[in-house]
Nanobody, 122 residues
Framework: QVQLEESGGGLVQAGGSLRLSCAASGRTFSSYAMAWFRQAPGKEREFVAAISQSGGSTSYKDAVKGRFTISRDNAKNTVYLEMNNLNPEDTAVYSC???????????????WGQGTQVTVSS
């Protein structure tokens, strides 16, 4: 079992950057694939990015490729999402998630954080 807590959200102008962090409890963090999802008002939750247990494999939603970077520091039990060149379409609640198996691009994850709000103004 793992507990997740996101931080780093906020208000940013279009073209700006933010780095989200997700801190995980426990000492088995490296056993989990990790991912970021987002949900805008009135929209379905969607996959953003995922990273394998060792960090050797990543996957991204097409719309964020080249702008977002997912990474993890297993020594700190933390996964990050570096977001650059943000645009208003990126406005959403961003949540991190943990999975007991390999990365997935769907919501087939076992543990979820509470989410952090990212708002991008025009």
């Amino acid at each position: 079992q793992v507990q997740l807590e996101e931080s780093g959200g906020g208000l940013v102008q279009a073209g700006g950057s933010l780095r989200l962090s997700c801190a995980a409890s426990g000492r088995t963090f490296s056993s989990y694939a990790m991912a970021w999802f987002r949900q805008a008002p009135g929209k379905e939750r969607e996959f953003v990015a995922a990273i394998s247990q060792s960090g050797g494999s990543t996957s991204y939603k097409d719309a964020v490729k080249g702008r977002f970077t997912i990474s993890r520091d297993n020594a700190k039990n933390t996964v990050y999402l570096e977001m650059n060149n943000l645009n208003p379409e990126d406005t959403a609640v961003y949540s991190c998630a943990a999975r007991n198996f390999g990365i997935a691009t769907t919501a087939l994850y076992d543990y979820w954080g509470q989410g952090t709000q990212v708002t991008v103004s025009s």
